[in-house]
């Protein structure tokens, strides 16, 4: 059991901590003075790159903001994503894969839809009233060689100036991942589909 004097000392020393902590964390946000577009990327093996993503949709709209989403590889139109924000106001939603490249097993077919995708993709790319641009699962377009990356790379540092990009994907291309802002590997620790859980509505797709 704690005396009272003890808490004392354990309390002071807590608020001296969270001081020295608050003092940091002040000087870090009044560094960042820059206000500019920002691209991200979410790679990795780990799940949630997507989800990730479109949480950020969520929280764009909730600002007002304009935003357009371009899938490429996936080509379902009855996920729970699209459902849910293709009817809100100020939401462009693109669905321009043709399926898993193990499903279509026709590397042109795919290559056709990822050049028609990346087409609606530079439009908005170039559209300085678009917030947030979301290209999922884009990383791919690039591993198979579908797009040419420095054409890409010319796109993307072209945009306007407060536009946010997002991409996802496993295996970031290693320059896409140098010119981005902010890069995150989701690591996978463990998978239900692993145990033999087939993909679930409403928390897979």
Request: glycine share 8%.
């Amino acid at each position: 059991m704690t005396d009272s004097t003890g808490n004392t000392e354990k309390q002071a020393r807590h608020a001296a901590r969270m001081a020295r902590k608050k003092a940091l964390i002040d000087q870090h946000i009044a560094e960042a003075d820059i206000e500019r577009g920002v691209f991200v990327i979410h790679t990795g093996n780990g799940k949630g790159k997507s989800s990730s993503a479109f949480g950020v949709v969520a929280r764009a709209l909730g600002h007002g903001q304009k935003v357009a989403v371009v899938q490429f590889i996936k080509g379902r139109s009855d996920t729970g994503e699209e459902a849910f924000f293709r009817n809100f106001p100020g939401v462009q939603w693109h669905v321009g894969g043709e399926g898993f490249t193990w499903d279509t097993q026709d590397d042109e077919r795919d290559a056709k839809a990822a050049r028609a995708a990346w087409a609606i993709a530079c439009e908005h790319l170039r559209n300085p009233e678009i917030d947030l641009v979301v290209l999922d699962e884009f990383t791919y377009t690039l591993s198979y060689k579908w797009l040419d990356v420095d054409a890409v790379i010319d796109v993307i540092e072209s945009r306007p100036a407060m536009q946010h990009l997002i991409i996802t994907g496993r295996a970031a291309n290693p320059v896409l991942i140098e010119i981005a802002d902010t890069v995150t590997d989701m690591t996978l620790v463990k998978h239900a589909y692993n145990e033999g859980v087939k993909a679930m509505p409403g928390l897979e797709w």
